[in-house]
């Protein structure tokens, strides 16, 4: 299964979906190295909940959410009635106009429509208020994404369901995104780890950013010398790992990396552990002896 969720969610063939932990046992071919040329297949869909289920007891209604009222035991005039939340976040029901909406709860609109129509209309009424179509609530799904694009939602909505409905990642995505909150807060998910993009939920007017994958180049005494997406906390044993592993005469001493620090073109020294960054061009010489 491990495999399986690499695949899904690594959008550039990286030793056939290998990752970082698994990379260090598992050889990588040459043609692995380069950057996937075709769409990867789309992400699993997971169960989405359509506006005819119930939504969560804390959806708040807002402006151009569509609802349908019904009045229990009631006249044809008082069934699955659809009322469209204006602008100014009231509906009209019935007889009753500017009945404030937005900012409720459904028990609450259900408990206000209840009073007014107990005001001198019907006695003891039973209403029942149901979202027909989510219209109030967004979120923003752009980058690297098949349909970047507006998406309505109920109270919350996870990671993985909206990269969904975008319909899923292309083929130049990284392997993580950025969720930018409304209060500034930012927050970046790892794609390839299937169970927590589906646990972290959405909140309304989040911003996701699936950014364009990162590379580098690794040359020199190594079995697959070339391009390699780049993934985050990588060291140089790692990097080597997905090149292949040494060749019969590479050596890890007087490893490095040309590298562009504070705008200015560094060599920069390697060892095993040392981190690997974006757009480094790397060098395995051959050991000494």
């Known amino acids: 299964m491990k495999t399986i969720l690499t695949l899904l969610f690594v959008p550039v063939a990286l030793a056939a979906g290998v990752s970082l932990s698994a990379a260090q046992s598992a050889p ?3 043609s692995a190295l380069q950057v996937a040329t075709s769409d990867t297949p789309p992400m699993p869909a997971p169960a989405l909940t359509p506006a005819t289920m119930a939504p969560p007891a804390s959806y708040v209604i807002g402006p151009l959410d569509v609802l349908k009222i019904t009045v229990v035991d009631e006249g044809p005039d008082m069934r699955d ?3 469209v939340v204006a602008a100014d976040g009231t509906i009209a029901f019935w007889a009753l106009r500017n009945i404030p909406a937005s900012g409720k709860t459904l028990s609450e609109l ?3 429509i209840a009073a007014l129509l107990a005001d001198g209309y019907i006695k003891n009424p039973v209403v029942r208020a149901e ?4 219209k109030s609530q967004y979120v923003t799904i752009v980058g690297e994404v098949r349909t970047p694009s507006r998406i309505p939602m109920m109270a919350s ?3 993985l369901e909206a990269l969904t409905d975008a319909g899923g990642q292309t083929s ?3 392997s993580e995104a ?3 909150h409304t209060n ?3 927050e970046t998910i790892d794609l390839k780890d299937y169970q927590a993009a589906q646990a972290f939920l959405l909140k309304d007017g989040d911003v996701v950013l699936v950014p364009k994958a990162q590379t580098f180049y690794i040359n020199g005494e190594v079995r697959n010398q070339g391009m390699i997406v780049w993934q985050r906390n990588m060291t140089l044993s790692q990097a080597v790992t997905l090149a292949g592993g040494l060749s019969d005469r590479g050596s890890y001493r007087s490893a490095e990396a040309t590298r562009v620090v504070n705008g200015k073109t560094a060599q920069v020294d390697l060892k095993p552990q040392s981190p690997v960054m974006p757009d480094d061009v790397i060098t395995i010489h051959k050991r000494i002896f």
Do not use: F, N, T
């Open 28 to 30: 990588v071919r040459s």
């Open 81 to 83: 009635q659809s009322a």
């Open 110 to 112: 259900q408990d206000k």
């Open 131 to 134: 979202i027909d179509k989510y």
């Open 157 to 159: 909505k996870s990671l």
């Open 172 to 174: 130049q995505a990284a």
């Open 178 to 180: 950025e969720v930018s």
């Open 184 to 186: 500034g807060h930012k």
